[in-house]
């Protein structure tokens, strides 16, 4: 998103501020890196196109007279590389056979391997493999907007389109990749005697044509019609799909007597406009191992302890800039800087409640303290009573989790709660309570007869899409005539600096658009999912976010209540309190506020 931070951080490159070229390389790496790889579906020259990119980029920096349009600018720079590539590609009819890309290890094999994907995600990435390289080029820009890199605005002006062709543009792309879905599947069924028929002289490569006749067959095929079953919304499943990591070393190899390199030597190559070659290609390499946390995506939360992959620095001569995924840095303090003597901390402010601020817990020691010291006017805990969490002058707010939890017992239970009821926990997801649309509008007006305010089923994504399932319950409720008071939302990012504030603020502002309702935030922080694991932003990165995204959240009218996920920091993760009740840095910060 544009944010100022972005402008900030490409000003300060402009200028020649110490680490800030390398910061930019470090920052939209991956993000090129995933636009290339998808657009071009793994050729082996994609390496060389990222190193073109970055490389044309950073020379025609100094003439960028608009810095809040790099990002745009940069992803225009990719897309001509990866035309001008198409272009060079084709054969000659004297020339050497063109080096094709080994299918079992494209783009779309190394995003399945490398982020683990399962089921319709699965199936997603491989059918990239069966549409043109037009709509492959798309796919790649509007795969990024889904995972909340890019803006519809970026989409259009990358591809010199307005937002209205983009818009047309894109559906068209989504029918042609529905499609080649279709196919995937019919080709990992058992094959019917008509289909082996069909493909009697398929030469075994994916191509447009052959998705044609494929999806043609399976439309007039009883058994290959399987293929079209329970499709799900691919904005949605794209938006679970984190960015492909980047690999060590970027499979680039080091030019004989070359050595590697750091990422300040690409900026140094730029400088002097040096262009590819068999000495500059390790340039990238090197960056590419330097920038290989800087992918985003918003996922849902596991509640569930999981190993945290480390953060990973670009290190430089002057300072550590660890990269972002909006082109934003967050400086740290040199190794060699002598560590100042703190000051005597100052006695703490008086806690001020806000009504508005909430928490989600469970039960961990000192939860009594952390409640009564953090300033939050409400509290839940995904349960129907308020169980072992006492919290004297704080409200609690029941749930009704999930078709498990609608029993008779716990419908009476939470009427004697207070007066708002929150709906199902991400029914959108196979690992919370995972329902379907039909399901929960069945069970909805038992929800509605408790006579509570409702809140509407909290999805772990994709509130503000035409078609996710937060769109398909609401349309609904609207045709059954059942109430929805507000709604509720889950949110988590991987930007760890100044622009994820603008992140949620945006999504946000969508999803109030799109249903003209009052707005319940009842879980968000910051989680990179990229890689496999889970990475937590820094001690600093998730105080500075926690109180920056308090205060803005604190000053949009149409938010009524928000929480943070979570109170407790007993386990990894970005909790508030210690065991004991004791606020850490990130406490301290969202305490100070609202």
């Given amino acids: 998103m544009r944010t100022p931070g972005d402008a900030a951080a490409v000003t300060a490159a402009q200028r020649g501020e110490p680490g800030a070229l390398d910061a930019l390389v470090a920052a939209y790496l991956p993000l090129v890196y995933n636009v290339v790889g998808h657009a071009l579906a793994g050729h082996p020259d994609t390496d060389d196109v990222v190193q073109e990119t970055m490389l044309r980029a950073l020379n025609g920096l100094p003439k960028l007279r608009e810095p809040e349009s790099f990002r745009s600018w940069l992803l225009a720079i990719a897309l001509n590389q990866v035309r001008d590539h198409h272009r060079t590609r084709l054969p000659l009819a004297d020339a050497e056979p063109v080096d094709i890309a080994d299918p079992g290890a494209d783009f779309a094999d190394l995003t399945v391997t490398r982020l683990q994907l399962t089921g319709q995600r699965r199936e997603v990435v491989a059918a990239t493999r069966w549409i043109g390289d037009d709509d492959r080029e798309l796919l790649s820009l509007w795969w990024m907007e889904q995972v909340g890199r890019i803006t519809r605005a970026e989409l259009a002006s990358a591809l010199d389109l307005t937002p209205q062709h983009a818009a047309v543009r894109v559906q068209r792309m989504k029918a042609q990749l529905d499609s080649a879905r279709v196919v995937v599947r019919v080709l990992a069924l058992p094959r019917c005697g008509e289909l082996a028929v069909v493909i009697g002289d398929w030469d075994g490569q994916p191509s447009a044509l052959w998705r044609k ?83 985003v995506v918003l996922l849902p939360v596991e509640r569930q302890q999981v190993s945290v992959a480390a953060p990973v620095s670009v290190t430089t001569t002057t300072t550590t800039l660890a990269p972002t995924t909006a082109g934003t840095t967050t400086p740290q303090p040199p190794a060699s800087t002598p560590t100042p003597t703190p000051a005597p901390a100052p006695a703490p402010a008086p806690v001020t409640k806000s009504i508005k601020k909430g928490v989600s817990t469970w039960h961990f020691d000192g939860v009594t303290r952390a409640l009564s010291d953090v300033g939050a006017g409400w509290f839940y805990n995904w349960a129907t009573t308020r169980e072992n969490v006492q919290a004297p002058g704080v409200e609690y707010v029941p749930m009704i989790w999930g078709a498990k939890t609608m029993t008779p017992e716990n419908l009476e239970a939470v009427k004697g709660q207070g007066t708002t009821l929150l709906g199902f926990n991400e029914p959108d997801l196979a690992e919370q309570s995972d329902m379907t649309v039909e399901q929960a509008l069945d069970l909805w007006p038992r929800l509605q007869a408790t006579g509570m305010r409702l809140g509407s089923p909290a999805v772990a994504h994709s509130g503000d899409k035409a078609g996710g399932w937060l769109d398909r319950f609401m349309a609904g409720a609207r045709e059954r005539g059942l109430r929805v008071d507000f709604i509720t939302l889950h949110w988590y990012g991987s930007d760890f600096g100044p622009a994820a504030v603008g992140h949620l603020k945006n999504y946000l502002d969508a999803v109030r658009a799109r249903y003209d309702l009052p707005i319940w935030l009842t879980e968000y922080s910051l989680m990179d999912f990229s890689g496999g694991g889970v990475r937590y932003p820094g001690e600093q990165e998730l105080a500075d976010f926690a109180g920056a995204s308090s205060r803005m959240l604190e ?35 969202y305490r100070a506020t609202g």
């Fill in 555 to 589: 000053d949009l009218s149409y938010v009524e209540r928000y929480a943070w996920f979570a109170l407790p920091a007993d386990k990894p993760g970005t909790g508030l309190y210690l065991p004991g009740g004791a606020p850490n840095r990130a406490g301290e910060a």
């Fill in 213 to 295: 006749r494929i999806v043609r067959h399976a439309r007039e095929c009883d058994r290959c019609a399987r293929g079209f079953d329970d499709l799900a919304a691919v904005d949605g499943l794209l938006a679970r799909i984190p960015l492909v990591p980047l690999p060590a070393g970027f499979d680039l190899l080091p030019a004989q007597g070359v050595e590697p390199v750091g990422v300040e030597s690409v900026v140094a190559v730029a400088k002097k406009g040096f262009w590819a070659n068999a000495a500059t290609k390790p340039l990238i390499a090197a960056a590419a191992v330097a920038a290989v946390a800087g992918a």
